[in-house]
Antibody, heavy 124, light 106 residues
Framework: EVQLVESGGGLVQPGESLRLSCAAS????????MHWVRQATGKGLEWVSG???????YYPGSVKGRFTISRENAKNSLYLQMNILRAGDTAVYYC??????????????????WGQGTLVTVSS | DIQMTQSPSTLSASVGDRVTITCRAS??????LAWYQQKPGKAPQLLIY???TLESGVPSRFSGSGSGTEFTLTISSLQPDDFATYYC?????????FGQGTKVEI
C-alpha cells in the first residue's frame, strides 16, 4: 500500500524558514516524480513544486526563489525547504506522487497518491 | 499560466441524480486533465486522468470527457458517498493549476 507521511509543519513568524519532510513507503520511490501541493483553509488546491526522477525541479512563480524541493532516494524521502515565509504561505501542505513523465524540458504529471498533509502557519 | 475555471461552484443534487461539472482551460491543454474528489479534512483522491481514463478502483459511475479547452466530469447516479468537492487540474506544462472547485451538496 502506498503511504506518504508529511511532517515538519508548525507555527513560524513571517520571514522565517521551515523544512517539510515526506516519508514514502509501499512503492519504489526513486522511480516516481514527486510534488508538493498546498491548500489554505477553505480554499482550493495550489501546486507548489515538483521534482522528477532525474532531479529536475519545477516551481510556480509564487514560490520560485523561496522554496526548494529535494529528494533523498536512499531514505525514500521528499523535502520542501521554505524560506522567507509569508502569511500567504499559510496552508496544509500535501506530498503527492506524480504519474506521467517529467523531463528536463517539461513535466506532465497527475497526482495519484497523497499524504494526509501537514499544517504550516505563518503569523506574528 | 493556464487558468482553469470550473462551473458551477456549488451544485445541489439528490441521490440518484445525474451530475455534470464543467472545467474550462484558458488555452488548449489537449487531454492533459485530471479530476479529483476531496472530502472535508481529507486529502484529494484521483478519479480520472488524461481527461477520460478512470483511475483503478474508482466506481464506473464517474466518467470524464473533453479535449482542448472544455472538459466535463459526469456522475451517472449520485451516491451518498459522492457528496464532496471536485477539482480539475491541467498538467500540460508547469505550472500545473487547479480549478477553484465544485462543491456537490444535498
Amino acid at each position: 500500500e502506498v503511504q506518504l507521511v508529511e511532517s515538519g509543519g508548525g507555527l513560524v513568524q513571517p520571514g522565517e524558514s521551515l523544512r517539510l519532510s515526506c516519508a514514502a513507503s509501499g512503492f519504489t520511490f526513486r522511480t516516481y516524480d514527486m510534488h508538493w501541493v498546498r491548500q489554505a483553509t477553505g480554499k482550493g488546491l495550489e501546486w507548489v513544486s515538483g521534482i522528477g526522477t532525474a532531479g529536475d525541479t519545477y516551481y510556480p512563480g509564487s514560490v520560485k526563489g523561496r522554496f526548494t524541493i529535494s529528494r533523498e532516494n536512499a531514505k525514500n524521502s521528499l523535502y520542501l525547504q521554505m524560506n522567507i515565509l509569508r502569511a500567504g504561505d499559510t496552508a496544509v501542505y500535501y506530498c503527492a506522487r506524480g504519474r506521467g513523465y517529467c523531463s528536463s524540458t517539461n513535466c506532465r504529471n497527475w497526482f495519484d497518491s497523497w499524504g494526509q498533509g501537514t499544517l504550516v502557519t505563518v503569523s506574528s | 499560466d493556464i487558468q482553469m475555471t470550473q462551473s458551477p461552484s456549488t451544485l445541489s443534487a439528490s441521490v440518484g441524480d445525474r451530475v455534470t461539472i464543467t472545467c474550462r482551460a484558458s488555452q488548449s491543454i489537449d487531454s492533459w486533465l485530471a479530476w479529483y474528489q476531496q472530502k472535508p479534512g481529507k486529502a484529494p483522491q484521483l478519479l480520472i486522468y488524461k481527461a477520460s481514463t478512470l483511475e483503478s478502483g474508482v466506481p464506473s459511475r464517474f466518467s470524464g470527457s473533453g479535449s482542448g479547452t472544455e472538459f466535463t466530469l459526469t456522475i451517472s447516479s449520485l451516491q451518498p458517498d459522492d457528496f464532496a468537492t471536485y477539482y480539475c487540474q491541467h498538467y500540460n506544462t508547469p505550472p500545473v493549476t487547479f480549478g477553484q472547485g465544485t462543491k456537490v451538496e444535498i
